[in-house]
């Protein structure tokens, strides 16, 4: 049991590293195409998992309230969504291919900010996968080993274009690519670190659990809208990134209904 909680909580990072480590065999930069498919496939995985992992879990905990066993959903998701926005407007970080960074000013640099800015958007998949994995242990019904262990094997299949998306720009703006390597490897500690902490004060959270469900989930769907959409849209238009994005949906709702 040890084994397999520890062992779904290092598979997303897994995914981040694997990523990461592109820097040293790839010789050039992603295209902007290529970028914008990835974002697009992460996107898709990230927001059918808040809907099949999360909040469809969440409604079904809250059953006995008939209904109104949507509020518990709706309250976490809203909390979600502002404790995203607060990160966000208080974090200094720079999205990939803007110019002006966000969140308070600084002197941090801009492959600072730039590693910052990935690391923001994995806090809420950390929380995901652990709040699954202490719902599992917990022995709720609506929560499976399969299940848990299929929003973490789809967060890491997003993870691994995320890692290439950070280290191979941070190469290209100058960092070594042993740095920038474990930039990309570091963007993604925050996630099995958040899991482990959520996991372990597993017992505190049993009494709210939907709510914290629905929680990750308003994070995950804030950077989905805020950050991802953007990004997989900007310059010439194309249509690669929606198609990538229904590629990441499809194959997270297989995996969460083939291994739950």
């Not at 930069?29 to 909040?55: E, N, P």
């Not at 995203?84 to 941090?108: C, Q």
């Not at 958007?121 to 019904?141: D, K, T």
């Not at 099995?192 to 009494?207: D, E, N, Q, R, Y």
């Amino acid at each position: 049991m040890k084994t397999e909680i520890i062992s779904g909580l290092l598979i997303p990072f897994l995914g981040t590293s694997l990523g990461a480590a592109c820097v040293f065999f790839m010789k050039h930069d992603l295209s902007k195409a290529v970028q914008r498919a990835l974002t697009g496939f992460a996107a898709g995985v990230m927001t059918a998992a808040s809907i099949w992992s999360l909040i469809i879990p969440a409604m079904e905990m809250s059953e006995d309230k008939g209904k109104l066993a949507f509020l518990p959903a709706a309250i976490g998701f809203w909390c979600g969504i502002l404790f995203l926005l607060l990160l966000d407007t208080l974090i200094p970080h720079l999205h990939m291919n803007a110019e002006k960074a966000e969140g308070v000013p600084s002197k941090f640099a801009r492959t600072t900010m730039m590693v910052l800015a990935v690391t923001l958007h994995n806090i809420p998949e950390g929380m995901a996968v652990g709040i699954v994995y202490a719902g599992f242990l917990s022995g709720s019904a609506e929560m499976s080993a399969g299940g848990a262990l299929a929003l973490a094997l789809g967060i890491a299949i997003q993870n691994f274009p995320e890692g290439a998306i950070i280290s191979m720009p941070l190469h290209a703006e100058g960092k070594s690519k042993g740095k920038a390597f474990a930039d990309g490897v570091l963007s993604g500690a925050v996630e099995p670190v958040g899991a482990a902490l959520t996991i372990l004060f597993a017992g505190l959270f049993l009494p709210v659990m939907p709510y914290l469900l629905s929680f990750a989930a308003g994070a995950m769907i804030y950077v989905v809208v805020e950050e991802l959409i953007p990004e997989m849209s900007e310059g010439e238009h194309s249509n690669i990134g929606v198609i990538m994005f229904s590629v990441g949906f499809t194959l997270m709702m297989i995996l969460d209904v083939a291994l739950s």
